[in-house]
């Protein structure tokens, strides 16, 4: 049975920081692509951080650029996302979705808020 969990969500001060953890079980984790969604409510899903399977290279959307870090140990089948220099702007449910070719899985998400 396939799951992919999210952890690590949470309420921090402005400036703080989290890491973000998204576990895979029940499919080859290393095959794929994982990305790193956030949502807010009445705007659409957006993506935030990419990771490839192929070699670990890795795309971010301009507004966390410098300050979000994605990587992934495939031995432990995860993915974090370490987040940096919060602001308010951040707060958002997180989800991560892994991809192969025509198999795509999503996580249920972690709420982070961060407080001005």
């Known amino acids: 049975q396939v799951h992919l969990v999210e952890s690590g969500g949470g309420l921090v001060q402005s400036g703080g920081s989290l890491r973000l953890s998204c576990a895979g079980s029940g499919f080859t984790f290393s095959r794929y692509v994982v990305n790193w969604y956030r949502q807010v409510p009445g705007k659409e899903r957006e993506l935030v951080a990419a990771?490839?399977?192929?070699?670990?290279?890795?795309n971010y959307v301009e507004s966390v650029k410098g300050r979000f870090i994605i990587s992934r140990d495939n031995a432990k089948k995860t993915v974090s996302l370490q987040m940096n220099s919060l602001s308010p702007e951040d707060t958002a449910v997180y989800y991560c979705?892994?991809?192969?070719?025509?198999?795509?899985?999503w996580g249920q998400g972690t709420q982070v808020t961060v407080s001005s």
């Open positions: 979705k892994a991809v192969w070719g025509s198999n795509v899985y």
């Open positions: 990771i490839s399977s192929a070699d670990d290279s890795t």
